[in-house]
């Protein structure tokens, strides 16, 4: 069974600097995708960014980049030049490549709770 | 916009009694999941539905049940609610991402439920 593991349970950063918030994964499988969410205090689940396994090029939206290591299994999350409304809860996600039922389900880390200090 | 209407948003319910969180959508997506958020556990998967009158479990099922009579409803129920099912419940939706052929899960507002 595939597992998700965030290890920083906090984490704080100032505003305008970087951040980057870990995530490892166990899976068996060669292809898959990987996700960060954001959970603000409001608490809609926002999707920030998205990884293909297949694809070698770490993916980025914005501020918002990857460094997806995948022989490491490893999917981190650089936050650039922090805004205060970066401040929330962020978890990483897994879900299998193939279309179907519970395959399109989600396997999620524990979280990562971002504050970001003027 | 997956237009997803969870209902109610918070609900206080003593032991013992019947609770049934509702989840509607708009956009006759086929693919609907119920999770539950706890503090230490992320989201978890309890059911899950493919279709009207298909449904399946996730793995925190127990103590749960589910049902989708119509495309746009998918009803969560504690038959008999305990203090152990306090938490946060999202419904959420399967959906393509434009331009990219990939699925990625949209979340409803999430519904808070206590049990007292």
């Known amino acids: 069974a595939q597992t998700v593991t965030q290890s920083q349970p906090e984490m704080s950063v100032q505003e305008a600097e970087t951040v980057t918030l870990s995530c490892t994964y166990d899976t068996s499988e060669s292809d898959y995708y990987l996700f960060w969410y954001k959970q603000p205090p409001s608490r809609q689940m926002i999707l920030v960014i998205r990884?293909?396994?297949?694809?070698?090029q770490n993916a980025t939206e914005n501020r918002f980049s990857v460094n997806f290591q995948k022989a490491a299994k490893s999917f981190s999350l650089k936050i650039s030049d922090s805004q205060l409304g970066d401040a929330a809860m962020y978890f990483c996600?897994?879900?299998?490549?193939?279309?179907?039922?519970?395959?399109?389900?989600?396997?999620f880390g524990t979280g990562t709770l971002l504050a970001v200090q003027p | 916009d997956a237009g997803i209407t969870q209902s109610p948003r918070h609900k206080v319910t003593e032991t013992g009694t019947p609770v049934t969180l509702r989840c509607h959508q708009t956009?006759?997506?086929?693919?609907m999941y119920w999770y539950r958020q706890d503090p230490g556990h992320g989201l978890r998967l309890i059911h899950y539905?493919?279709?009207?009158?298909?449904?399946d479990k996730g793995e925190v099922s127990d103590g749960y049940s589910v049902s989708r009579s119509k495309t746009e409803d998918f009803l969560l129920t504690l038959e008999s609610a305990t203090s152990s099912q306090t938490s946060v419940y999202f419904c959420?939706?399967?959906?393509?991402?434009?331009?990219?052929?990939?699925?990625?899960?949209?979340f409803g507002a999430g519904s808070r439920l206590t049990v007292l």
């Open positions: 959420a939706i399967s959906e393509g991402l434009a331009g990219t052929g990939a699925n990625v899960l949209t």
């Open positions: 956009e006759n997506h086929r693919y």
């Open positions: 990884q293909e396994a297949y694809k070698q």
């Open positions: 996600a897994y879900r299998s490549s193939y279309y179907g039922g519970a395959t399109n389900k989600l396997i």
């Open positions: 539905s493919y279709g009207v009158k298909d449904t």
